[in-house]
């Protein structure tokens, strides 16, 4: 039975970590519960700061969605400007929006920094028009980034198929802020380069029990105690054990298959300026190239429920669609991932108890905004000063009906998909 909790990222991953188990019991300034990209980042930024730092990993690192996305570094959220800015205000949208719109600089830069080698291919990032009223909401996005700065531009239908290669784009917004990476990579990059500056990274280290104690928190797993003053817990949509800290979010499949390397003829044909993309469709799909040139394509699903063969026949389909050159590749690799999603898609900060922080619900935009959040959360602890944090904390985050709106999700999805793959 195919086993869709194994990534191609695990495969093409050339950073190595060399992580024990937490055995026995120790003492930190900040203990950190979850290895992915938030917890990494705020574990990089702690210990380069000086502190004393742990993180505990249930598993290994980026075993949540940091190993298994797309690896689009987008500049911003899934929101428009203006969204951002209804939710929280002028002041705090537009503090969010500086900083997201940083965060891929933020991220190439700690790259760079660390020489991780995580593919890093800063060519920015193509939001297609699946169709012209897509290319409608596309010219919108398009006026409010503009208006805040971003340096975005508009193409139309054929300067997007000259770009993408693909007869099926209607329009592209281009931002050259962004790019790809190997996303699991640059978690394990990201753990390496804090094991380095002096974090304590411990994997296979569930958290079991988190507690306060005089002065501070002590985190139990099952061989051994963190002592720590303060704590971030960066669970996310892989949350385990821990139930009095749960974090509320509707929790959405998404999936991804990958051909095996293309041919340099083929590679010569699809996206030849190397920019990763993703659609305006409600139930969207992603395309990107890695460095091997395997083509990746994603949509939202649950490739081990009812749907998964569905949602594979839609994925062939829409393959042909895009580029009708690889009708014939075979789909050999397939995976899939859970995303936090939030109701208004903007992430939480929740405080869980005195110095202890959480954040969670990144909306399916998590490598630069995780990368932040980690830092600034990290930042904020350290130097006791909640203005530093990107959003408000909040002492409580609950969401209503989380189980039947999965549901709804992906039966919508492979309702579409059902539909798609027989037209
Ligand atoms: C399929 C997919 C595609 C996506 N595509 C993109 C994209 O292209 N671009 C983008 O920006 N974002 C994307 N995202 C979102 C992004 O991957 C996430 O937002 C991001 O990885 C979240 O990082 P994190 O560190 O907060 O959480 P995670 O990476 O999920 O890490 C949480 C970790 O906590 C650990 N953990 C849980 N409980 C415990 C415990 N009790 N003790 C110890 N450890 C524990 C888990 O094992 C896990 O490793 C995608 C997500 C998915 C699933």
């Avoid at 003053?229 to 009095?244: D, F, K």
């Avoid at 829409?318 to 789909?331: H, I, M, W």
């Amino acid at each position: 039975m195919a086993d869709y909790d194994q990534p191609l990222w695990q495969a093409t991953n050339s950073e190595r970590l060399d992580a024990p188990s937490l055995i026995g019991d120790v003492t930190a300034d900040l203990a950190i519960i979850g290895g992915g990209y938030t917890g990494c980042s705020a574990a990089l930024t702690a210990a380069q700061a000086g502190a004393s730092v742990c993180l505990l990993e249930a598993h290994q690192i980026g075993h949540g969605g940091s190993g298994r996305n797309v690896g689009l570094v987008n500049a911003g959220l899934w929101l428009p400007p203006d969204e951002i800015r209804a939710h929280l205000g002028q002041t705090g949208g537009d503090r969010l929006i500086k900083l997201l719109a940083d965060a891929p600089s933020e991220v190439f830069a700690r790259i760079e920094a660390h020489g991780m080698a995580c593919e890093p291919m800063r060519n920015g990032t193509l939001h297609c028009a699946h169709s012209v009223a897509g290319y409608r909401d596309l010219k919108a996005r398009h006026a409010q980034l503009s208006d805040a700065g971003a340096p975005v531009q508009l193409l139309g239908v054929e300067r997007s198929r000259q770009r993408t290669g693909s007869p099926a784009v209607h329009g592209a917004l281009f931002d050259p802020r962004a790019g790809t990476i190997q996303p699991l990579a640059y978690a394990v990059g990201l753990a390496r380069a804090a094991q380095q500056a002096g974090a304590r990274i411990f994997t296979q280290s569930p958290v079991q029990s988190l507690r306060q104690d005089a002065g501070g928190w002590i985190l139990h797993s099952h061989t051994g105690t963190v002592r720590a003053r303060s704590v971030i817990q960066a669970t996310n949509a892989y949350h385990q054990g821990l139930a009095g800290t749960a974090p509320a979010y509707v929790s959405v499949y998404y999936f991804q298959y990958a051909t095996a390397p293309l041919s340099d003829n083929l590679r010569a044909s699809i996206l030849p300026e190397g920019e990763g993309c993703w659609d305006t469709g409600l139930i969207m799909t992603s395309f990107r190239l890695d460095r091997a040139g395997r083509f990746v394509i994603g949509g939202m699903g649950d490739l081990g429920g009812a749907g998964g063969s569905v949602h594979k026949a839609w994925a062939r389909r829409k393959l042909a669609e895009l580029y009708p050159q690889l009708t014939d590749q075979a789909l050999i690799e397939g995976w899939h991932g859970r995303i936090a999603m939030t109701s208004d898609h903007i992430p939480k900060i929740t405080a869980i108890g005195p110095n202890a922080l959480a954040a969670h619900g990144f909306s399916g935009r998590g490598i630069g905004p995780g990368t932040v959040f980690g830092h600034l959360m990290a930042q904020s602890l350290l130097e006791d000063d909640p203005s530093l944090l990107p959003v408000p904390s909040v002492p409580g985050y609950s969401e209503n009906w989380t189980g039947l709106r999965r549901a709804f999700f992906e039966t919508g999805a492979a309702l579409t998909h059902l539909v798609k793959a027989r037209l």
